[in-house]
């Protein structure tokens, strides 16, 4: 009896331990995200001009330029408009969303040969963007909320010291089962970013690069490349052009924007 | 006093000329548009012995320009057509030529515009601003410029639109030569209109529209001159006419489109007076996507969607599917049916397309028409209880291809 006494507290001390360990870890995982969340916020709104290159396994690329906007909102996801400058055929093509911290974001596609917003449903967003090897999940704001994490270790990446944390989607209609964040121990930056997708198949890699600081606040890569270890493809998305603090308002993030977006 | 008026004429024709002038100045002039050519083959005799061979050329150029961060556009947007054997598909249209001027939460576009509303995929109830190009495509989702003046608000309680609509526009129908036409040629050249003022008569609309999260809601109000002309028999001439005749006609709709995880539930509703009797007419049903479908990067789309018409004895249930590749090419196939549990007719289409380079579009349809158990008379179109009865013959095939310039 005693023996079992015993052994239920040291079960139960262990046990306590073991989620201290846990809880910990998440922590500090959490805390290391949130550094680079905080390094990439601030920045109130933006312009940019976007060259999508998507480029096949045997290395032919093709191009698609678009332009963005976005906007920070306080206490919730940010809002985004993204419209289609080429190929000539979708030219006009523009997509709205409202990303939200837990809630699924709301989005629209504006299809500009019918004249016609059409919602998009949340869930399927896990599918390829425009052809790329990004899906609408990845074009995401990734905010801090939509996902749980565990610090895993640090290891040098690209010369550079960096922290290996874990995080995994927490709407269950993401593509993802768990993602691989490698963030820089100097600047907080997330430097590259392994997918696993549903069957936890390590299915692509996105690499951040040509970061650089702005109006001595927050940072942006110049340039993200997305490969697909599935198909050999590979998408790089170069930001050309891309000013802040616009003075954009909710009003250019409305369904008249969409449609009035060329 | 005339003088007077001429000059001030004159001064309002100076100061567009010089806004114009200024805004080319100011902006960069975009020049965009499409030229098409289509080949539709049917696959037997007309009832009339109209040719089993169409083809088509169309040139849709557009000039747009903005300013002010694009808070102020211009847009030109014609469109030529040019039939070889239906002189009824020739068509000289301006689709777009309107300004737009953005203010905060309030936006104005005056001109030729096109405007569409609703939410349903296979037949649009609600959509009711712009005329249809009904000898354009088959699903009739192809439609002529409206003239109007179009305020819209963004308010906190939704967005709320008042259109003042310049007249109005006729229904395009295949000619004497065309296919996929009734049994009795429509005489486009002389409409009955119930407005004195014909087709210059003014009509409103007003649309309010908003999204709570899941759901998306509308409501609306027409009140003009038909979209839809009812057809009138003539049989005192030599040869039988059917014309159309423009009502006045109001107009209340609804739609909904309401977001069940993956799922999307769908209603478009109207209720209408001025043609007959007040009649109602619903499509509701629903929309859901599979995503990577056997492990590729191939979605699979399924839609559904059921009829209700007063006017009509028993209405048609349409399903359909849609397989995008996700690749560079954009290549989609479409595939669907349209079928009436009553009367067992059915009509199937299948579509393919996708673009070559950046350049091109083609896309390769098919559609085969069965009319079922009803017993069709040529003679008599009122017995055509659903227009399948004279579709049975006019199985196509259609071929079209894009150039973007």
Known sequence: ?262 | MLQDLIQRITKIQVILFCLLFNYFLKAEVDYLGDFSFEGRYFLEDGFLFQENFHSSFTFSPEIYFESDDGKKSFTFKPKLRNDSQDEERDLIDIQELHWVLTGNAVESRIGIRKEFWGVTETFHRVDIINQTDSVESFDGEDKLGQPMINISLETLSGSIDFFALLGSRERTFAGRFGRLRTPIVVDTDHPIYESGAKNKRMDFAIRWVKFFDNLEMGLSHFSGTTREPELIEDLSTLTPRLIPKYNIIDQTGLEVLYILGGLAIKLEAITRSGQKDRFSAITSGFEYTQIGIFKSRLDLGWIIEFNHDDRIENSPTSLGTRLTFNNIADTQILAGILWNDNTNEKSTFLEASGRIGDCCKLSLEGIVFSKGSQKPNILDIQKYKSPFEYLENEDFLRLEFIYYL
């Open chain 1, 1 to 262: 009896m005693f023996n079992l006494l015993k052994r239920f507290f040291l079960f139960i001390l262990i046990l306590n331990f073991n989620s201290f360990l846990v809880g910990d870890q998440n922590n500090y995982g959490l805390e290391i995200l949130k550094k680079t969340d905080k390094n990439m916020s601030g920045y109130g709104d933006s312009q940019s001009r976007l060259v999508m290159q998507l480029i096949n396994a045997k290395g032919e690329i093709t191009e698609r330029s678009m332009r963005s906007k976005l906007l920070e909102v306080e206490d919730d996801g940010d809002k985004s408009l993204f419209v289609f400058e080429s190929p000539r055929a979708i030219k006009g093509t523009a997509l709205l969303s409202y990303a939200h911290k837990v809630e699924p974001d709301d989005q629209w596609l504006y299809i500009p040969a019918i004249k016609r917003v059409k919602r998009i449903i949340s869930k399927n967003k896990s599918g390829p963007f425009l052809g790329s090897e990004f899906s609408v999940e990845d074009l995401s704001f990734q905010e801090i909320e939509k996902f749980s994490y565990k610090y895993l270790r640090d290891e040098q990446y690209n010369n550079q010291d960096c922290f290996v944390v874990e995080r995994v989607p927490l709407d269950p209609y993401s593509g993802y089962t768990k993602q691989l964040v490698w963030v820089d121990k100097t600047n907080y930056l997330i430097q590259k970013v392994e997918l696993f997708d549903r069957k936890a198949f390590h299915l692509k890699s996105q690499f951040f690069r040509g970061y650089k600081r702005y109006l001595s606040s927050f940072w942006r890569p110049g340039e993200i490349e997305m490969i697909n270890h599935q198909n050999g493809k590979s998408t790089i998305l170069r930001i050309e052009e891309q000013s802040f603090q616009n003075g954009l308002t909710d009003s250019d993030f409305t369904q008249n924007s969409l449609k009035r977006s060329k």
